[in-house]
């Protein structure tokens, strides 16, 4: 038990003193760690210690572990987020429900600052993915319905907004693969979807926050919908 203790402190040691660089300044994205060997030197504790330490980081997103090249800096969350989030789902704390009102609120909030912040550039972007979206195939219409709401959310400026968002989005495809697909694959639901993907844009033109409001709604509605169809098959 005190050697477990010892450990655990150990390790701790090591993430501390990675935290404090970062704080300092003296380490930053992109960085490259200290070797496994000079953390070991420089906190006085074991090897081991520092594996334990670089593996929990590595985990949380803080680092990426390049095999022969060392340890940086990223701060990449989103798959940690992905990975705590799927967990929640198979433990039964979350719903799809759940997410997909996470997913409202957030993109809401996303729409409603990117009317605040988008360029002509972006606008341009949208506009161009929305005429995509009438004349392709089904398997690229999900891709452009994706990337639509990735630019949304990008055009916020908000960076906790796009790592959550993303990580939502990959939750959901992940235990759903095919929820986008079975709405483009209905006409009805289809012409709906795109007519809400219309307005959001919309709302981006003209700087109108009450029509973002209501196409973001009118989107989600859409998508519960399908979501409780779904679901309830499963």
Known sequence: MEEKALQKKSYTKVIDYIKKQIVNGDLITGGKLPSERELSDILGVSRNSVREAIRMLDFMGIISSQQGAGNYLTGNFENNLVESMSMMFMLNQITYQQISQLRRALELEALMIAIDNVTDKEI????????????????????????LHYNIAAASRNTLI?????????????????????????????????????????????????????????????????????????
């Open 124 to 147: 341009e972007q949208f506009e161009n993915i929305i005429s995509q979206l009438e004349n392709q195939t089904e398997e690229y219409n999900v891709i452009l319905d994706k990337q």
């Open 162 to 234: 796009i790592n959550i968002l993303r990580a939502l989005s990959e939750v959901m495809d992940k235990f759903i693969a095919d929820l986008r697909k079975e709405i483009l694959n209905s006409e009805a639901s289809k012409d709906y979807l795109h007519d809400a993907h219309d307005k959001m844009v919309k709302s981006l033109i003209i700087k109108d926050k009450a029509l973002a409001f209501s196409a973001i709604n009118k989107h989600f509605d859409l998508i519960d919908e399908e979501l409780d169809r779904m679901t309830k098959n499963i």
